[in-house]
C-alpha cells in the first residue's frame, strides 16, 4: 500500500497588515476578497498577535518558534547577526522538501538563508539606502533592483519617486504595474513552482513588503479608496502619554497629529497596498491549482506586525496596542473545515510548529510556540492563559500582557500601567488603570508580568515587584544564539 505524498507548505507574509483590515474580520473600508475566500476554505485566527511588533523581532519568531527573550531580539535592531541553528526552513528541508524564500527577509547578513535551499530576496528601500552607506553594491542585498534594470533601464529605481519608506505620504506606483514589488514576489514565487522538482514536496516562502510604506500601490488600486466614507482613527483618553515625542512636521514620525487630508490619503495608500497584495495572492493560489497541487497544500496568510495608521496620533507599529500588535492569521488546507473563526491568543512563534505539525516533521525542542493545527481541525484543548509580549521604543521597554479580553502594559522607564477591556474597548480608548475599581485587576496582571520577567537581563523585577528605571537595550547579550539567559 503506498503511503500518501507528504503535504506542500505555502507560508505567504505581508509587512505591517493590521488584524482588522479583512473584508472576513468585517473591516468597513478594505476589500480583500481573495483573503476572504481563503478564510472561507480555512481557519481564521481572530486573536493573533506579534508578540513584538516590529520586523526584526517578529520574524526571529516567525523563523524560529521562540519567543524575544529566548532569540534575544527584543526591539528593533540591525546589523545583529542571524546566528540561529534550528528554524522552519531548515527542519524542512532536513526533512526533504524543497524549500524556497521569495521576497523580504530582514535578516543579517543581508543574504542569509535561514535554512531555505534558496531565497530570491526584494529588500525594501531603507535596507538598501544602508547597503550604499556602508560602501556595498545595492545589489548584493537585492534581487528585484537588477531585475528592475532588466525591465525598464540601467538607471531604473523603485525609489525614485521620493517617497520614504516609513512616511505616511502616498502616491500612486509610477512605473508599469508588471514591475511593482507586490507583483515582482508573486511573479517569482509562481516561477518556483513551475521550476520546481516535482518528486519532493516544497515549502515556499511568499513574502510581500507592501502594506508597509512606501504607500505606493498602483493607481486603480490607490484612487479606489480616496473618496471611500473613512472612520475617524480613535484617539484615547490617555493620548498624551506619549507627547514628548510629537513631531508633525516629519511624515516619518511614530506620533504626530495629521491633517484629515493627509490622513485620508495615507489610508487610501495602505488599503490600496492591501487590495493589490489581494489579488496577487489570488493569482499566486490560481497557480496551485494550475499545477495541480491545491488540495495536498496548506496555506497560512500571516503579518509580522500591524500599523497604528493615525491611531492615537501613533504611526507605524512597536506599540503594544491592537493597530500595531494584533495581525491576521489565515490556515487552510488539507482536513480543515472552511469558514472556521478561532479566538485562542496566538502568535508568530505558534506558525513554526504548526507548519511542522502540518508536513508530519518533529518540532524541535528549541520551539516555544504551540501548534494551531489541532485548533483549526476543531479541537477543543488547554491553551496559553495570556501572551506575553514586549518591545523597546523610546528609550523603554513596553511590556504587556493579554488574554484577548483585556490587556495590560507597563512601561519600564516610569513603571506607568495601562489596562483595557478589549471586549468592551476594542480601540483601546479609555484607559481604566487610573479607576479605583481595577486596583484588584492590576495586582493580578502586575503579579503575571512579575513572574514572565523574572531572571531576566535587565533586572525589571526582583520576583516580588515590578522596577521601573532599568537600563533597556533591543537586543539581549544571547541574540545571536540558539537558546535564552533565562
Known amino acids: ?229 473613512m472612520p475617524e482613527p480613535p484617539v484615547g483618553d490617555w493620548v498624551d502619554r506619549f507627547a514628548a515625542q510629537t513631531d508633525s512636521a516629519n511624515p516619518s514620525a511614530w506620533v504626530a497629529d495629521v491633517d484629515d487630508r493627509t490622513l485620508r490619503r495615507a489610508r487610501a495608500g495602505y488599503f490600496g497596498h492591501m487590495s493589490h497584495v489581494d489579488q496577487q495572492i489570488a493569482f499566486l493560489l490560481a497557480e496551485l491549482e494550475h499545477h495541480g497541487v491545491r488540495d495536498n497544500t496548506y496555506v497560512c496568510f500571516v503579518s509580522d506586525h500591524g500599523e497604528m495608521l493615525g491611531d492615537h496620533h501613533l504611526f507605524r507599529k512597536g506599540f503594544p496596542y491592537e493597530g500595531s500588535a494584533r495581525i491576521p492569521a489565515l490556515l487552510a488546507g488539507p482536513g480543515l473545515a472552511g469558514g472556521a473563526v478561532r479566538d485562542e491568543v496566538v502568535e508568530l512563534r505558534d506558525v513554526m510548529p504548526t507548519l511542522l505539525e502540518c508536513a508530519g516533521v518533529e518540532i524541535p525542542a528549541t520551539v516555544e510556540g504551540r501548534s494551531l493545527l489541532g485548533p483549526a481541525r476543531g479541537v477543543e484543548e488547554p491553551w496559553r492563559e495570556y501572551l506575553h509580549g514586549e518591545h523597546v521604543m523610546f528609550g523603554e521597554s513596553q511590556q504587556w500582557l493579554t488574554d484577548g479580553r483585556t490587556k495590560y502594559v507597563w512601561f519600564s522607564g516610569s513603571g506607568h500601567e495601562q489596562l483595557f477591556d478589549l471586549q468592551t474597548d476594542p480601540a483601546e480608548t479609555h484607559d481604566l488603570a487610573g479607576g479605583p475599581s481595577s486596583a484588584q485587576m492590576l495586582g493580578r496582571w502586575r503579579e503575571r508580568l512579575v513572574r514572565e520577567l523574572s531572571g531576566r537581563h535587565e533586572g525589571f523585577t526582583d520576583g516580588r515587584r515590578l522596577i521601573p528605571g532599568r537600563p533597556v537595550s533591543a537586543c539581549l547579550p544571547h541574540a545571536t544564539g540558539t537558546g535564552s539567559d533565562r
Not at 482588522?20 to 476554505?41: C, I, K, W
Open 1 to 229: 500500500m503506498s503511503m500518501p505524498e507528504p503535504p506542500n507548505i505555502v507560508l505567504i507574509m505581508a509587512d505591517q497588515w493590521r488584524g482588522d483590515a479583512l473584508g472576513a474580520a468585517g473591516h468597513p473600508v478594505v476589500q480583500t476578497p481573495f483573503l476572504d475566500q481563503l478564510a472561507s476554505r480555512g481557519v481564521r485566527f481572530s486573536r493573533a498577535y506579534s508578540a513584538s511588533p516590529t520586523c526584526i523581532p517578529a520574524r526571529a519568531s516567525l523563523h524560529t518558534g521562540m519567543s524575544a527573550a529566548s532569540h534575544g531580539r527584543v526591539g528593533y535592531q540591525d546589523h545583529v547577526p542571524w546566528n540561529y541553528q534550528v528554524t522552519l526552513a531548515g527542519e524542512l528541508t532536513r526533512a526533504g522538501y524543497q524549500t524556497q524564500a521569495v521576497g523580504k527577509m530582514h535578516v543579517y547578513p543581508e543574504r542569509s538563508q535561514l535554512g531555505f535551499q534558496n531565497v530570491i530576496l526584494h529588500s525594501p528601500t531603507g535596507i538598501v539606502r544602508m547597503a550604499r552607506q556602508r560602501g556595498l553594491d545595492p545589489d548584493l542585498v537585492d534581487d528585484y533592483l537588477p531585475w528592475l534594470r532588466q525591465q525598464l533601464g540601467r538607471d531604473a529605481t523603485y525609489f525614485d519617486h521620493g517617497i520614504d519608506s516609513n512616511s505616511y505620504v502616498a502616491r500612486p506606483w509610477d512605473k508599469p504595474e508588471h514591475t511593482h514589488p507586490t507583483n515582482f514576489v508573486a511573479t517569482q514565487a509562481a516561477d518556483f513552482l513551475r521550476r520546481r522538482d516535482p518528486r519532493k514536496p516544497f515549502f515556499l516562502f511568499a513574502s510581500f513588503n507592501a502594506p508597509h510604506p512606501p504607500y505606493d500601490p498602483p493607481a486603480w488600486a490607490f484612487e479606489q479608496y480616496l473618496d471611500l466614507p
